[in-house]
Protein backbone atom coordinates (compact mmCIF):
# COMPACT_ATOMS: atom_id res chain seq x y z
CA UNK A 1 0.00 0.00 0.00
CA UNK A 2 2.80 2.47 1.11
CA UNK A 3 4.43 1.99 -2.81
CA UNK A 4 0.95 2.42 -4.39
CA UNK A 5 0.72 5.71 -2.18
CA UNK A 6 4.00 6.90 -3.70
CA UNK A 7 3.73 6.30 -7.04
CA UNK A 8 0.30 8.57 -7.11
CA UNK A 9 2.79 11.27 -6.09
CA UNK A 10 3.44 13.87 -8.84
CA UNK A 11 6.94 13.22 -10.87
CA UNK A 12 7.89 16.65 -9.68
CA UNK A 13 8.45 15.70 -6.40
CA UNK A 14 10.91 13.35 -7.24
CA UNK A 15 14.71 13.59 -8.51
CA UNK A 16 17.38 11.56 -9.99
CA UNK A 17 19.39 10.09 -7.55
CA UNK A 18 23.03 10.16 -8.25
CA UNK A 19 23.22 6.21 -6.87
CA UNK A 20 20.58 4.90 -9.35
CA UNK A 21 22.01 6.40 -12.25
CA UNK A 22 25.56 4.93 -11.03
CA UNK A 23 23.78 1.09 -10.48
CA UNK A 24 22.41 1.78 -13.79
CA UNK A 25 26.07 2.92 -15.91
CA UNK A 26 27.49 -0.03 -13.68
CA UNK A 27 24.91 -2.62 -15.20
CA UNK A 28 24.45 -1.62 -18.86
CA UNK A 29 28.19 -0.99 -18.54
CA UNK A 30 28.59 -5.20 -17.47
CA UNK A 31 26.14 -6.29 -20.10
CA UNK A 32 28.36 -4.58 -22.52
CA UNK A 33 31.30 -6.18 -21.46
CA UNK A 34 29.63 -9.42 -21.45
CA UNK A 35 28.52 -8.93 -24.61
CA UNK A 36 31.33 -8.01 -26.25
CA UNK A 37 33.72 -10.64 -24.81
CA UNK A 38 30.89 -13.20 -26.31
CA UNK A 39 31.21 -11.69 -29.60
CA UNK A 40 35.31 -12.33 -29.25
CA UNK A 41 34.96 -16.50 -28.10
CA UNK A 42 31.92 -17.38 -30.63
CA UNK A 43 31.10 -16.89 -34.06
CA UNK A 44 28.68 -14.46 -34.02
CA UNK A 45 26.28 -16.78 -36.41
CA UNK A 46 25.67 -19.05 -33.99
CA UNK A 47 25.16 -16.95 -31.28
CA UNK A 48 21.22 -16.72 -29.52
CA UNK A 49 20.20 -13.85 -28.01
CA UNK A 50 16.46 -14.72 -27.46
CA UNK A 51 13.48 -17.42 -27.99
CA UNK A 52 12.71 -14.78 -30.53
CA UNK A 53 15.81 -14.15 -32.49
CA UNK A 54 14.55 -15.49 -36.35
CA UNK A 55 11.39 -13.57 -35.47
CA UNK A 56 12.79 -10.94 -34.23
CA UNK A 57 15.44 -10.58 -36.83
CA UNK A 58 12.57 -11.23 -40.02
CA UNK A 59 10.19 -8.12 -38.63
CA UNK A 60 13.51 -6.18 -38.48
CA UNK A 61 14.28 -6.53 -41.54
CA UNK A 62 10.75 -6.07 -42.61
CA UNK A 63 10.50 -2.82 -41.13
CA UNK A 64 14.33 -1.54 -41.53
CA UNK A 65 15.06 -3.14 -44.80
CA UNK A 66 17.74 -0.51 -46.03
CA UNK A 67 18.99 -0.09 -42.20
CA UNK A 68 22.47 -0.70 -42.71
CA UNK A 69 22.96 -2.06 -39.13
CA UNK A 70 27.20 -2.04 -40.02
CA UNK A 71 27.22 1.50 -38.89
CA UNK A 72 24.93 3.37 -38.03
CA UNK A 73 23.94 6.67 -36.34
CA UNK A 74 22.18 8.34 -33.81
CA UNK A 75 20.20 9.99 -35.89
CA UNK A 76 19.21 7.13 -37.33
CA UNK A 77 18.04 5.61 -33.38
CA UNK A 78 17.05 8.39 -31.87
CA UNK A 79 16.07 11.76 -34.05
CA UNK A 80 12.21 12.38 -33.93
CA UNK A 81 11.08 11.00 -37.17
CA UNK A 82 13.11 7.56 -36.33
CA UNK A 83 11.37 7.21 -33.23
CA UNK A 84 8.28 7.61 -35.42
CA UNK A 85 9.45 3.86 -36.89
CA UNK A 86 11.15 2.25 -34.27
CA UNK A 87 8.72 2.84 -31.41
CA UNK A 88 5.74 0.68 -32.91
CA UNK A 89 8.31 -1.87 -33.32
CA UNK A 90 9.84 -1.66 -29.81
CA UNK A 91 6.56 -1.56 -28.43
CA UNK A 92 5.63 -4.71 -30.33
CA UNK A 93 7.89 -6.93 -28.13
CA UNK A 94 6.68 -5.69 -24.59
CA UNK A 95 5.20 -8.80 -23.69
CA UNK A 96 7.16 -11.30 -25.48
CA UNK A 97 11.08 -9.92 -24.67
CA UNK A 98 12.29 -9.64 -21.42
CA UNK A 99 12.85 -6.07 -20.26
CA UNK A 100 12.37 -4.75 -23.85
CA UNK A 101 12.76 -1.46 -23.08
CA UNK A 102 15.50 -1.57 -20.41
CA UNK A 103 18.48 1.12 -21.60
CA UNK A 104 21.15 -0.94 -23.33
CA UNK A 105 24.60 -0.13 -24.73
CA UNK A 106 25.07 -0.23 -28.25
CA UNK A 107 28.05 -0.22 -30.74
CA UNK A 108 27.52 2.50 -33.69
CA UNK A 109 30.60 0.69 -35.81
CA UNK A 110 30.20 -3.18 -35.67
CA UNK A 111 33.62 -2.79 -36.07
CA UNK A 112 34.71 -1.54 -32.89
CA UNK A 113 34.62 -2.14 -29.06
CA UNK A 114 32.61 -0.37 -27.18
CA UNK A 115 34.12 3.49 -26.28
CA UNK A 116 32.35 6.35 -25.35
CA UNK A 117 32.44 7.73 -28.80
CA UNK A 118 31.56 4.71 -30.19
CA UNK A 119 28.29 3.92 -28.09
CA UNK A 120 25.09 5.23 -27.28
CA UNK A 121 21.85 4.11 -25.23
CA UNK A 122 19.04 2.33 -26.80
CA UNK A 123 15.86 0.55 -25.76
CA UNK A 124 16.84 -3.37 -25.49
CA UNK A 125 14.91 -4.89 -28.42
CA UNK A 126 16.37 -2.31 -30.59
CA UNK A 127 19.60 -3.24 -29.03
CA UNK A 128 18.72 -6.89 -30.20
CA UNK A 129 17.42 -6.44 -33.19
CA UNK A 130 20.28 -4.73 -34.82
CA UNK A 131 22.84 -7.08 -33.02
CA UNK A 132 21.01 -9.93 -34.48
CA UNK A 133 21.52 -8.61 -38.05
CA UNK A 134 24.89 -7.73 -37.24
CA UNK A 135 25.38 -11.69 -36.51
CA UNK A 136 23.74 -12.81 -39.15
CA UNK A 137 24.65 -10.48 -41.88
CA UNK A 138 28.20 -11.07 -40.61
CA UNK A 139 28.91 -7.69 -39.70
CA UNK A 140 30.47 -8.95 -36.57
CA UNK A 141 32.18 -11.84 -37.82
CA UNK A 142 36.02 -10.25 -37.62
CA UNK A 143 35.69 -9.25 -33.81
CA UNK A 144 36.67 -12.66 -32.53
CA UNK A 145 39.93 -12.34 -34.90
CA UNK A 146 40.53 -8.51 -33.99
CA UNK A 147 39.76 -8.35 -30.66
CA UNK A 148 40.16 -10.95 -27.67
CA UNK A 149 37.55 -11.81 -24.53
CA UNK A 150 38.66 -9.72 -21.52
CA UNK A 151 38.60 -10.59 -18.11
CA UNK A 152 35.62 -9.08 -16.25
CA UNK A 153 36.16 -6.96 -13.37
CA UNK A 154 34.80 -8.22 -10.24
CA UNK A 155 31.78 -6.49 -8.56
CA UNK A 156 33.05 -5.81 -4.90
Given at each position: MAAASVLERPGEE???DNMIEELWAMKAFEHA????????SVD?????LTKLDDQLYKHFRETFPDLNVASVT?????????KECWRPFCDSYKDNV???????????DSS?????????????????AIELARNKEGHNDLIRSNFKPKKLATRS
Open positions: FVNEIYFNLLSPKVLREDQLKSAQAEDFNYATLIRLKEYSEANSIIVPRVQFL
